[in-house]
């Protein structure tokens, strides 16, 4: 049985996001390739994941008008 991976939680405000998310995307556009393809990989799920916060604030700006 392996040991799960050690996780870390971060409180980021949005022009935290939006900077981690156009830096991701500039990275995975840019991405040369490499020996271990799960980096690609790990890059387009963060991209996801950072769209997803993105879009859940538009969401509550929305509800709050």
């Avoid at 050690?6 to 490499?34: M, N, Y």
Wanted: glycine fraction near 4%; hydrophobic fraction near 35%; aromatic fraction near 6%.
């Amino acid at each position: 049985m392996t040991d799960p991976k050690p996780t870390l939680q971060f409180d980021l405000d949005l022009d935290a996001i939006r900077l981690l998310h156009r830096s991701v995307s500039f990275h995975l556009e840019k991405w040369p390739g490499g020996p271990d393809p799960r980096e690609q990989e790990a890059l387009q799920q963060m991209k996801t994941l950072l769209t997803a916060a993105l879009l859940e604030y538009s969401l509550e700006l929305d509800g709050e008008r």
